[in-house]
């Protein structure tokens, strides 16, 4: 019996060994599973990874959506262009006379990829942004606003270089013959009413067209007011982009007698250059103007109004109107292109300006402004500049509701609506951003016999009649990024 008793012993002894044994193989077992298992899913996770790369469906879309200027619309700290800035290349002519011809680019060849790409373009039905990420990109010569970032620290080291030569000047601009005038001619001269000055670059050939052609015409209006009109450029920054841009300039002096080139490059930050120097040439060439009218090429103006609203005007004292922009912050945000570094710019608010897209002085002021702005630092921003130079002479600038520089919002009742119904500009003095056909097509609606706006009245009531507020800015914002009707 005892040695029964021990062998139950020793059978379960070994029971007991086996299960122990048994239990640690299947936990075990079970760690080793699980490790497979979550192999597999990781594989499986990095091959629907590859799928989506190979596939174009993980590029952002944000990437495309990168605008050049223009202006800069240009709008207040950008653009648009390509004045964003601005200096985008447009369409070139091969002789002066032909106002619409295919752009001047480099060719650049095809990448090896990209014909891969070709087959997942989307039926015409598709949205836009797909279409976008299919199409390959394409070599436009048009750098990104922040690329490369803008160096400050040399802008600081030369910015008292502020005198730079006259390579193309139009000294009798403003000598209007007295025979022109309808004086019996006595030969004598006389300066015009109003000078238009328009910003643009090299390339731009088809929007100064459109502006001859259309609202910045020279000649007479009512009661005998003469204008002339004036374009002022720079050095293209990249010539390469623009073969034989100073023939193309120098023909098209030739022929319309109405280019101002200084030899400075034409960038966005550049631009305050091209107002000091205007500001010079005005006070040397062309110092008994009455009042001047300085925007953007890109703006439809209704000259028959802003001759209205100076009626009554006196040319020998201080007057300044526009979009006034006031309590607008210093942009600190490194990917906007109006970005200012507080080393540059300290303090909390701008002064008090207006939107570069138009505005309207008297000859007095901008004799005024062209002593003062020689006593200012130059600012890399030109709007904020000469509001800068206003401070300092104690011009404050009026604002007109007239002036649209940042478009035509949408009202709030119908935040959808895209209009181009001319009875919205008839009222108008100044809109910014539109395309070349869109200021031609402008341009002839409001000057069709047949256009009939309903319970029209004045057409320049000061202050402007609309209700809605445009034109403060409080906040730190790119205004390039406001809705307006003309958005297509």
């Not at 007991?16 to 192999?39: A, E, F, Q, S, W």
């Amino acid at each position: 019996m005892q040695q029964r008793g021990e062998r139950n012993i020793l059978c379960l002894q070994k029971m007991l060994r086996k299960m122990v044994m048994m239990r640690r193989i299947l936990h075990v077992k079970g760690d080793v599973m699980c490790t497979m298992l979550l192999l597999v899913l990781f594989c499986l996770l990095l091959y629907a990874r590859q799928v989506l790369v190979s596939s174009g469906w993980d590029r952002p879309e944000w990437k495309l959506e990168i605008h050049s200027s223009t202006s800069s619309s240009r709008t207040l700290l950008g653009a648009n262009g390509a004045k964003v800035g601005q200096e985008s290349p447009g369409q070139l002519p091969s002789s002066p006379s032909e106002p619409q011809l295919p752009a001047c680019r480099p060719q650049s060849k095809s990448k090896p990829p990209q014909p891969k790409s070709k087959p997942q373009v989307k039926p015409k039905g598709k949205s836009r942004s797909r279409q976008k990420n299919v199409v390959p990109t394409k070599a436009t010569g048009n750098p990104l606003p922040t690329l490369p970032p803008f160096d400050f620290e040399s802008y600081l080291r030369e910015k008292d270089n502020r005198n730079f030569k006259l390579l193309i000047d139009q000294p009798e601009k403003c000598h209007i013959g007295a025979e022109e005038e309808g004086g019996g001619g006595r030969g004598s001269t006389t300066a015009p009413y109003m000078l238009i000055a328009v910003k643009s670059i090299a390339a731009d050939f088809d929007k100064r067209q459109v502006v001859r052609r259309t609202w910045g015409k020279e000649g007479h209006f009512k009661n005998g007011v003469s204008i002339r009109t004036l374009f002022l450029l720079g050095v293209p920054r990249n010539r390469t982009a623009l073969p034989l841009w100073d023939r193309l300039l120098a023909y098209e002096s030739e022929t319309y007698r109405d280019i101002l080139l200084w030899d400075f490059e034409d960038t966005f930050f550049n631009l305050t250059l091209k107002e000091t120097h205007f500001l010079e040439w005005i006070n040397s060439s062309c110092p008994h103007v009455e009042f001047i009218f300085k925007g953007d090429a890109d703006v439809y103006v209704n000259i028959e109004n802003i001759l209205e609203m100076l009626q009554g005007q006196k040319s020998d004292e201080d007057l300044f109107v526009g979009d006034i922009i006031v309590h607008a912050k210093p942009i600190r945000r490194r990917s906007s292109k109006y970005y200012v570094p507080e080393f540059m710019y300290g303090g909390g608010l701008y002064p008090s300006y207006a939107g570069g897209g138009g505005f309207v002085m008297s000859g007095h002021t901008a004799r005024r402004l062209s002593t003062a702005c020689q006593q200012v630092e130059l600012f890399p921003i030109d709007d904020v500049f000469l509001g800068m130079c206003l401070q300092l002479i104690g011009v404050k600038p009026s604002r007109h509701r007239g002036f649209r520089t940042f478009g035509i919002p949408r009202p709030s009742a119908a935040p959808h609506l895209q209009t181009f119904d001319p009875c919205f500009y008839r009222e108008l003095m100044v809109v910014h951003s539109l395309s070349v056909p869109q200021i031609w097509l402008m341009w002839n609606l409001l000057h069709d016999p047949k256009l009939s706006c309903h319970n029209r009245t004045s057409p320049t009531s000061w202050p402007f009649r609309w209700k809605d507020k445009v034109g403060d800015a409080g906040e730190e914002t790119d205004y390039g990024e406001k809705q307006v009707f003309v958005t297509h």
